[in-house]
């Protein structure tokens, strides 16, 4: 697998340096994902108004925005949920979004968290994990396939991580909210993707979990591209290093929290309310 | 885990659900036989030939009930005209045995005789075959379960609409097969079935074969569900229930998985209603009526559903029922079994197994 060299090294394009390979995740140039020009309507209203902006390998970056700013629809439009009307989405240089299915998205290397916390209710803990777990998802492969050592060990890290591993054989649904979006973290984890999507990770969590998420994303950030949807203020100043201001579906302002924050037309429309 | 070093046998014999196999099997293939031919008409034991093809008729809807209860149970497809992949089934068989009961001389069918045809139609090309039958009698339902399928789910119909449209499916194939010039003999269907594989269909050996058939069926088909929910297919499954886009955000392809086990669902189901058309000696489009598909939902529901035991029972408690039901008050049956569905629907959303789990104190 040449092409996963090109995954990890940020180094910059030279001509030539590499082979084009179809359904591998391409970042030489150093961005991740890339939004131009997208355009979304439902029945007349532009969800997403020529939204653009772009996301570096290793970046750990926050979007807010108020209400009805389009927040859910550009997770929708990445994760191939809702096709754009116009505009194009790229993972990567080579991988256009908008001709891809859920599926194909996810396994390409694009991990979803959703605002409420989904996760398999009727499954353990241990069984969430080995779903999400990155392999081989077709039909055959599920049916006669086995669970290796490595893949055990690899479940078993991931139950650390998110502090789970006392409860792997727990029905999932009995796991408290803040465990759950935990849980779901940690399927993120598993599927091991360049890319994570995280709608509003700390709701729901005391201020205890939600200083724990903050730990964790910080030490998955450079390892992992991260997107981070988010209303919480000070959870997003504990982790940002650079925010994104959504406001009728564009771009409103972008910078870091400070200059965000001083920005007067956000202060008009979010943070002034 | 130790177990693999115990014995063989002893590993069978700890493992209880290798002894319920062994018991089935035992209680199938001798007891029943023995009792119903060995026994003396005027023992007490003796089971009569009328019991064996109620018996033989329980395993065949059995067999429905657990195809169904893996769509609905497992997966969350709530069909309601799986009644039709039992009829294809049946009507597939049942043109083998309506060719060996043919007419002597114009080797035709009775009703083609009287619809003044003269040759069979093609689409009954192959039926003289037995070999071709079989194939016939899981790839017909499997090819419309098929074709449907990839058009409904691709499609994304789900819930409550995709139930409605499987109810249209059925309904629309009673009306096709309704018409004589459909050439499945109209309202009247086949019937009159004299031998198979050249052997005499009504006589009580034929009739305890085909009921031993029935019941190895039936376990095979619980052994391969049992392989199939236990895999990480079924867990597939069973989150799809729970979580479809999570499923799909994990990369899975839905399509594939609930295409996959939908039509192996219609494939057992054929096979069901090729067991059945023997024992009953008749097949007719009465069988897709939307009644009898919401009547296999019925047993599912009843023994409980996503429990692979909990379906065998609730068909076979159902049917029993329904036998001394219309035998004592028929007006009352459609009454009853809709008061049955709402009640098991509001008070034991896990039926029979539910409840007896409730009852032994056990936690689900």
Redesign the interface.
Known sequence: MNGQENMTTDDGYVSGSHLLQPGVLDTSHGVVLYLDDVTVSFDGFRALNKLSFSVDVGELRCIIGPNGAGKTTMMDSITGKTRPDSGSLFFGQTLDLTRMSEAEIAQAGIGRKFQKPTVFEQHTVFENLELALKCDKRIWHSLFGKLTGQQRDAIDEIMNTIVLQELANSRAGLLSHGQKQWLEIGMLLAQQPQLLLLDEPVAGMTDHETERTAELLNTLAGKHSIVVVEHDMDFVASIARKVTVLHEGSVLAEGDMATVQSNEQVIEVYLGR | MHSNYQPFLLRLLGNSRWVGYAVALTVICILIPVLNLAVPEDSALHLSDYTVSLLGKILCYAMVALAMDLVWGYTGILSLGHGIFFALGGYAFGMYLMREAADAGSQLPNFMVFLDWHEYPWYWAGSDSFIFTLLLVVLAPGLLAFIFGWFAFRSRIKGVYFSIITQALTYAFMLLFFRNETGFGGNNGFTDFKTILGIPIATAETRIVLFALSGLALLAMLWMSHR?VE???G??L??IR??E??????????L??KL?IWTLSAMMCGVAGALYVPQVGIINPSEMSPANSIEIAIWTAVGGRGTLIGPLIGAGAVTALKSWFTASFPEYWLYFLGGLFIVVTLYMPQGVMGLGKKLLGKKS
Do not use: C, E, L
């Open positions: 199939i895999s990480k297919f867990r597939v069973t989150a729970d979580a886009s999570r499923v799909m955000f994990s990369g899975y392809n839905p594939h998985y996959a």
